[in-house]
């Protein structure tokens, strides 16, 4: 038998996701965000809301979407509870290093071993920020064989209901290939 919850935010998992921007001046600045994903081959939707990540994005029309890890999980959480605009050395105290992106006008922070390099493409009602990825880098730490290895990017999801951090776990079957088994 099922439970009805109603419209819940129950899609798992959520990626947690690290939003950094430049302000005029070029200052680094970053969030942590949980409601968004990759909504095409070069496009990422992410639903923002109102904070100075999003004033530096009307500024500068790009982002990077970095992915958080476990290792950096509490710099990640700080990002994400501190406003850049109640602490002006946020990004440090997290400590973040950042690299400008060669494609966007937006940082790539340097702990974190994955980034999406986005161009703003179109900010729907709502809060939601469509941006064209531009390029994705990864840490070369991260690489097994000549491929982006998952485990060694240790990408964080987050419980929405719980308010949990979770590791991915282990790898079950392969991509749509373990359904031929039915065929």
Request: charged letters at 25%; one cysteine or more.
């Amino acid at each position: 038998m099922r439970k009805n919850l109603g419209a819940k935010p129950l899609l798992m998992p959520q990626p947690v996701l690290i939003i950094a921007t430049y302000d005029e001046n070029g200052k680094p600045n970053a969030m942590n965000a949980a409601w968004g994903g990759q909504c095409g081959a070069n496009e990422i939707m992410i639903e923002l809301g109102s904070h100075l990540t999003t004033d530096n994005i009307a500024k500068t029309k790009a982002f990077t979407v970095s992915i958080a890890n476990s290792e950096k999980i509490v710099a990640c959480d700080y990002v994400g509870v501190v406003s850049g605009k109640d602490a002006a050395d946020k990004m440090e105290k997290a400590g973040f290093t950042v690299t400008k992106s060669e494609f966007v006008n937006a940082p790539v922070i340097n702990e974190l071993p994955m980034c999406l390099e986005c161009e703003l493409k179109e900010v729907l009602p709502g809060g939601k920020y469509i941006g064209e990825i531009k390029n994705v880098s990864l840490d070369e730490s991260v690489f097994t064989d000549g491929a982006p290895d998952l485990a060694k990017i240790d990408p964080v999801v987050v419980d929405p209901i719980g308010h949990g951090y979770y590791k991915l776990g282990e790898k079950v079957a392969d991509a749509f290939k373990a359904g031929f088994a039915l065929k």
